[in-house]
């Protein structure tokens, strides 16, 4: 079954410090979103991406976010300048057309980063 | 935007016994609702989900019906195991949106007890 791979699982920074988080979404699809799980708390939309563009972000996804997809392969999120308060875990995920109507693989989420500002 | 409620935010049970979670849901254009369970750690999983042209959907333990006039769903686990426990998110599709983006419920957390 296709997976959507997330590199590193933890990353510990101090803050102040950039840093990026890794996606390689499963190959055919088309969309990919970044989510952001602080713990004990809900799964909060950050930002989705199609076309080589947002196509969306939510109020959390400030200036000191942005994503890329630098290859064709990878999908990246860099936050600029850390803050304690960005400590959670980050998912992304992918979706391919026509998976809300039953078609294709459907909504799939990677196994996470988990993120630790200190 | 859309906004998602979810309840009771936790709920134990007794092995074997059934349980039930409830999402409302804010608006009446969303489509699509699926479930998540996620252990501890781990990615949202989904389990079972529901369009807006169904009433009802089942599979083996796990059953959601979605009610479109009141605007709200609801996970069915019956015959409950160990191994169900977990917290479950339910979503909802954001609709007219080009990404798709799913809000999700604030989440149950789900102990069966022995």
């Known amino acids: 079954e296709p997976e959507v791979t997330q590199t590193p699982s933890h990353q510990v920074t101090q803050m102040g410090q950039e840093v990026i988080l890794r996606c390689v979404p499963i190959s055919n699809h088309l969309y990919f979103y970044w989510y952001r799980q602080i713990l004990g708390q809900k799964v909060e939309f950050l930002v989705s991406f199609y076309n080589n563009e947002i196509s969306e972000k939510s109020e959390i996804f400030d200036d000191q976010f942005s994503v890329e997809r630098p290859d064709g392969s990878n999908f990246t999120l860099k936050i600029r300048s850390t803050k304690l308060e960005d400590s959670a875990m980050y998912f992304c995920?992918?979706?391919?057309?026509?998976?809300?109507?039953?078609?294709?693989?459907?909504?799939?989420f990677g196994s996470g980063t988990r993120l630790t500002v200190v | 935007g859309e906004n998602v409620e979810q309840h009771p935010s936790t709920l134990s049970v007794q092995e074997g016994d059934s349980a039930v979670i409830k999402c409302t849901y804010s608006?009446?254009?969303?489509?699509?609702f699926p479930w998540y369970k996620q252990e501890l750690g781990k990615r949202p999983q989904l389990i079972i989900d529901?369009?807006?042209?169904?009433g009802e959907k089942k599979d083996q333990r796990i059953a959601v019906t979605l009610n479109k006039t009141a605007k709200h769903f609801s996970l069915h686990i019956t015959e409950t195991q160990p191994e169900d426990s977990a917290v479950y998110f339910c979503a909802a599709i954001e609709p007219d949106n080009y990404g798709q983006n799913f809000v999700f419920g604030p989440g149950t957390r789900l102990s069966v007890l022995p």
């Open positions: 529901i369009r807006s042209n169904v």
């Open positions: 995920a992918s979706s391919d057309e026509g998976w809300d109507r039953g078609l294709g693989y459907g909504y799939t």
């Open positions: 608006d009446s254009a969303s489509n699509y």
